[in-house]
């Protein structure tokens, strides 16, 4: 898996995902929406901690930066 994520891209999935447990373990957010909010955080971390996300290959894009030779 070649990364395409660039750090500012990885920043801002783990505070959304910070934001999404909050909602739902604070009892903000509840049921089926809460659900899909922490499984969605729990894939924003994993692409995070990993830099590669599935969605960009397929439409082609990446947020790394361009390597200067």
Known sequence: MKKNMGSADRIIRVLLAAVFAYLYFGGVITGTL???LVVL???FVL???ISF???YTLVGFSTCPRKTT
């Open 34 to 36: 809460g659900i899909v």
């Open 53 to 55: 996300c599935p969605l």
């Open 41 to 43: 955080g729990g894939v």
């Open 47 to 49: 692409t995070s901690l």
